[in-house]
């Protein structure tokens, strides 16, 4: 069973592992699928839910939305994470010439509206900037979030992908301390582990939010030789350790960061969120972590 976490000293709880609604539009369920699915992992007790605006071309928050309109009473056991500030062209918008970033309050006031409405919700427990607009004003910024807030619309805030300097900028403007930092983090790619991200969070005892946690499936079919030898090293970890899979491996490999991260599973099937579960079980030694680090690195450490 999931526990619910503090992320942060002044954050909500959320549950240790988080179900990702990014890929919601490719799973091609009827909207009773969805709630089935919303249900039974919250069963296990993964009741944090991660979305975005953009996630589906805009069209992820409405599908999760038409699932719980099925049985309005579930909102009352999940929490809710959404994003914003990526704007796509497309055609939903054919009037935009380039993807680009937009943390002005006109827009964030938009986009939260947007999602409510989609989701079918009143209010949204985390709200993350997704991703660093460096033409960001952050008394803007944090005046808007303020509004938010006091409007009820908005419970908390954090960021996404965004360095330790830019977190400490808009940290510096928030009436309400941001919450967690949502950051890539799997044996492909951890250079939040390396550049100073993590350390900042774990300084201020805030727990970041894991994305990609299986690298997009980079690991289990990438030809690289990268791949090939974080693949194999998991898989002689995987007999070491008892797992069934080496998914619960590199579940195991990112907890073990003591900045406590929290993974988000991208999976729409409820076997593979019941074997990210079952990972909770395991716990690697730091030289089987660092033996996964040497792979991925291709040299030693020294």
Same mark, same amino acid.
């Given at each position: #069973? ?7 000293? !002044?954050g ?16 091609? #369920?009827?909207?009773?699928?969805? $709630? ?16 975005? =605006?953009?996630? +589906?071309? /805009? ?5 999760? +939305?038409?699932a ?16 914003? =500030? ?14 680009? /970033? ?7 006031i ?12 009143? !209010? ?6 997704h991703?660093?607009?460096?033409? #960001?004003?952050? =008394?803007e910024v ?17 960021v ?8 400490? $900028?808009?940290?510096?403007?928030v009436?309400?301390? $941001?919450?967690?930092?949502q ?11 390396? =550049?100073?991200?993590l350390?900042?969070l ?6 970041? #939010? ?5 690298? +997009? +499936?980079?690991?289990?079919a %990438? ?33 073990? $960061? ?28 730091r030289?089987?972590?660092y033996?996964?680090w040497?792979?991925?690195? %291709?040299? %030693?450490?020294?």
């Amino acid at each position: #069973m999931v526990s619910k976490v503090a992320i942060g000293p !002044q954050g909500p709880e959320l549950s240790e592992l988080v179900q990702g609604y990014w890929r919601l539009a490719e799973w091609g #369920m009827t909207p009773q699928q969805r $709630l089935s699915f919303l249900k039974q992992h919250i069963d296990l007790g993964i009741t944090t839910v991660d979305h975005a =605006d953009i996630y +589906g071309q /805009y069209e992820c928050e409405q599908l999760f +939305g038409e699932a719980l309109k099925l049985d309005p009473s579930v909102r009352e056991q999940i929490e809710i994470v959404t994003k914003c =500030d990526i704007n796509l062209c497309g055609e939903k918008n054919p009037q935009r010439k380039v993807n680009h /970033y937009d943390t002005s309050s006109a827009h964030i006031i938009e986009s939260v509206n947007n999602s409510l409405s989609r989701l079918g919700v009143d !209010q949204i427990d985390l709200l993350l900037i997704h991703r660093p607009d460096l033409l #960001m004003d952050a =008394d803007e910024v944090a005046e808007v979030f303020a509004d938010l807030h006091k409007v009820g619309k908005v419970k908390h805030f954090g960021v996404s992908n965004f360095t330790p300097s830019q977190f400490e $900028l808009l940290q510096s403007r928030v009436h309400k301390p $941001l919450v967690t930092n949502q950051v890539e983090i799997n044996p492909l790619n951890f250079e939040v582990a390396h =550049d100073g991200t993590l350390d900042h969070l774990q300084m201020k005892r805030i727990r970041p #939010m894991a994305w990609s946690c299986l690298a +997009g +499936g980079e690991i289990f079919a %990438g030809q690289t030789d990268q791949a090939k030898r974080v693949r194999a090293e998991l898989e002689a970890i995987r007999d070491e350790i008892g797992a069934a899979t080496i998914d619960q491996v590199i579940y195991a490999w990112v907890r073990r $960061l003591p900045s406590n991260p929290l993974a988000i599973i991208g999976s729409g099937k409820i076997e593979r969120v019941e074997s990210a579960v079952a990972s909770l079980a395991f716990e690697l030694t730091r030289e089987q972590w660092y033996r996964v680090w040497v792979a991925s690195k %291709g040299h %030693g450490v020294a």
